[in-house]
């Protein structure tokens, strides 16, 4: 693997540090006029979501990491792992609970997540940003009353919570924004 | 060709009618005090030897040349040869000095008085600000009592040890055996800078280890120190002056350091500027110089976060 040096860190780039893949955030040069320059560098550590500042000597080099995000295609989980399938070569990858983390709760089967793999092995699981999800448990429906507003909060299959207009009921589909967790509509009757 | 849609300016036209303005107030400053611009070259078969600056290297006719760092070398030349009070407002260059906060071409504002010490200078960088910005506030304080009321340590007599060990706590490992220096400038420049009041805020009294070209002298405590003084506006590194070395001998002790310092980093070589020496063996009269960033100035002026938003064209559209 290649190594970066500090005046090519920029935000996106991928880079090891103490054996942890991170991303860069930001990376500013400070060069006291006859003084030694060094760089401020903000990372995301890719695998507890941490973000961190370090100083570097300008110069000083970091190994790339081996991290890229991939769409797939969610297949199954056996209970042990979840299933990713690379939709063009069809290449499965099994991601561990802690590697699907907050995904958990959107994923169901035949939807199309970013993937991102660290050394080939998924890192970490990101959902679509819009799922449409079957409500399964909710208080039921007060009909006429679609204009008021108030909420409740519904359980989708997935296993997500959300809150929803109150006219809403069980064996519905709705539309989530899984950034937000937001319920942005109706989709149909089931 | 990612930077083709880059080809309009970073600043606004505002912003570039306020450059303008403040240029022409620059020069009008000093008009009135009769002090002489002059405009020296940016190319040059020489360039400093400070380990901690590089140049760009350029070439005419076949022969090697530098865009110039700062008018210092030849302003001093024009001294010795009795010019008398001189500025420039012009362009220098730095190698690889890319961030928010810096560009490898940038306009300096560097000034020389005969006969003046570095107090007298820091004076009239205070005044030149408060033309500039009426209701500044300037505050003076030394090196030692700004870095004693962050750090709770002297700068000037703390043990080798104790700095590499603060620098590694605010810097990484990479400081466990650098000079004392580089320390120091890791420290001031991440614990005591962000800290500094608003305004401008005169520190003065260097460590000798950080001279520059400035005289050394003691102080009333037994501290070694250099007569180098720095200018920081709202936290900002704006302005470097010296009351400056006009001994021959010990500044060329000082180029012969500066070039041990290079070869110990891997630093290419680079021949020491004889001319400079020559005209300091004729007589560099007594005199204390300052040179001052303008596009940081002009950041401070603009509220602007990045030197991109009040130049033209930055590095990064060029």
Known sequence: MSNYSTNEFRSGLKVMLDGDPCSILDNELVKPGKGQAFNRVKLRNLKTGRVLEKTFKSGEQLEAADVMDTDMQYLYNDGDFWCFMEPDTFEQHQATENAV?????????????????????????????HVELEIVETDPGLRGDTAQGGSKPAKLVTGAVVKVPLFLDQGEIIRVDTRTGEYQGRVSAK | MEHLNQWQPGATMATLRQRSRVLAKLRDFFQQRQV???DVPLLSRATVTDHNIDSIQAR????????QTSPEYFMKRLLAAGS????SLGKAFRDAENGRRHNPEFTMLEWYRCGWDEHQLMDEVAELIVSLVPETGVRRCSYADVFIQHLQVDPHFADLADLQRMAVIAGSEA???ETRANCLDLLFSVLIEPQLDDGLVLVYDYPACQAALAKCAEDSQGRQISRRFEGFLNRVELANGYCELTDVAEQASRFAEDQRLRKLSGKAPVTADLQLLAAMEAGLPECAGVAMGVDRLLMQLQGADSIDQVMPFSWERC
């Not at chain 1, 907050?102 to 679509?128: H, M, R």
């Not at chain 2, 005419?60 to 865009?67: H, R």
């Open chain 2, 60 to 67: 005419n006719a076949d022969v090697a040349a530098y865009l």
């Open chain 2, 36 to 38: 002489m611009e002059v």
């Open chain 2, 175 to 177: 400081w466990a055996d």
């Open chain 2, 84 to 87: 008398g009070d001189i500025y």
């Open chain 1, 101 to 129: 983390g907050d995904a958990l709760i959107w994923l169901s089967e035949q939807d199309t997540c970013v993937v991102t793999l660290f050394n080939g092995v998924p890192l970490s699981v990101t959902p679509p940003n």
